[in-house]
T-cell receptor
């Protein structure tokens, strides 16, 4: 399954909203209605951090300014108001079938 | 407190082998699936392999299938990645990660270990 993110780079001003798109080459929705799509943030020099799993469920400790939406092949990660700690590279990843695959990443940059 | 610590990386010549280890602590290791994910210098994340909680199932990325082997020792809270016939494009930081829900939700990651395949 090929994962495609857009944009590649997203310049944002702290306090403003941000939105990242992720599309899969086939549906990530199973027969029970679950979407096997995760979002990760990798800050500079750090290991990735799970933000969202099953398309829209925030991981433990993730602020509610992060939200995930979408179903099937089209997904979106939204940040309601970007903070300084949010800059880095965001990845989506599909967990529906092996081999699991990541998107190419979207770099959230300071505008 | 969950901790994952990778080790075993280093500089190796093409065609040689290396074994990475990931020691887990702070959770019931034998009840979680575990993954290896790698990141080449300046590049994005690439999923490498997964092993089921009991070691009964193992799956690999296309680029490592047939060369890499994932395993685990639940008595030692340790996961391994045996890497054979290494190539230059295997150069990367290798992370181990815990699978939270069994569907690729990688909720804890180690700091990674660097592998440099260099002739």
């Amino acid at each position: 399954i090929v994962m495609t993110q857009s944009p590649h780079t997203l310049p944002v001003t702290p306090g403003e909203p941000a939105s990242i798109s992720c599309r899969s080459s086939q549906s990530l929705r199973d027969s029970n209605g679950y979407n096997f799509l995760d979002w990760y943030l990798q800050r500079p020099g750090q290991s990735p951090q799970l933000l969202i799993y099953l398309g829209s469920t925030r991981a433990s400790g993730v602020p509610d300014r992060f939200s995930g939406s979408g179903s099937g092949t089209d997904f979106t990660l939204k940040i309601s108001r970007v903070e300084a700690d949010d800059f880095g590279v965001y990845y989506c990843m599909q967990g529906l079938q092996t081999p699991y695959t990541f998107g190419q990443g979207t770099k959230l940059d300071l505008k | 407190q969950v901790h994952l610590v990778e080790s075993g990386g280093g500089v190796v010549q093409p065609g040689k082998s290396l074994r990475l280890s990931c020691v887990a602590s702070g959770f019931t290791f034998h009840t979680y699936g575990m993954h290896w994910v790698r990141q080449a210098p300046g590049k994005g994340l690439e999923w490498v392999a997964v092993i089921w909680f009991d070691g009964s199932k193992k799956y690999y990325g296309d680029s490592v299938k047939g060369r890499f082997s994932i395993s685990r020792d639940n008595a030692q809270n340790t996961m391994y990645l045996q890497m054979n016939n290494l190539r230059a494009d295997d150069t990367a930081r290798y992370y181990c990660a815990r699978d939270y829900g069994g569907y690729g939700d990688l909720d804890y990651w180690g700091q990674g270990t660097l592998v440099n395949v260099f002739s």
